[in-house]
């Protein structure tokens, strides 16, 4: 059973960083995509960042240049580093596995975990 558990979430003052980090059991499969997509209330789940089976990575526009999301195998952990953040930032970040291809398209994505909450005050 595929589980993901994302951690790292919390509160933060703009312009500080936080990293949240993903314990998946999904890097048995050849071929995946894994992503981040967060939530804010009152908003549609957006795309954050997404990085597939052979490293290539994906940004939304309004993170690039200061989210990174990288993966370790061995630790079968994804991360999302998160810098410069804004209080447009603030939302449920939830941690999604695509498997068995690397579309990285939202639909595709079959697997998500629970989130990890991330505020930002300015």
């Known amino acids: 059973q595929v589980q993901l558990v994302e951690s790292g979430g919390g509160s933060v003052q703009a312009g500080g960083s936080l990293r949240l980090s993903c314990a998946t059991s999904?890097?048995?499969?050849?071929?995946?995509?894994m992503g981040w997509f967060r939530q804010a209330p009152g908003k549609e789940r957006e795309g954050v960042a997404t990085?597939?089976?052979?490293?290539?990575?994906s940004y939304a526009d309004s993170v690039k240049g200061r989210f990174d999301i990288s993966q370790d195998n061995a630790k079968n952990t994804l991360y999302l580093q998160m810098n410069s953040l804004k209080s447009d930032d603030t939302a449920m970040y939830y941690c999604?596995?695509?498997?068995?291809?690397?579309?990285?398209?939202?639909?595709?994505?079959?697997?998500w975990g629970q989130g990890t909450q991330v505020t930002v005050s300015s």
């Open positions: 990085i597939d089976s052979f490293g290539s990575t």
């Open positions: 999904t890097h048995t499969y050849r071929r995946y995509c």
């Open positions: 999604a596995a695509e498997l068995g291809s690397n579309w990285c398209v939202r639909k595709f994505f079959d697997y």
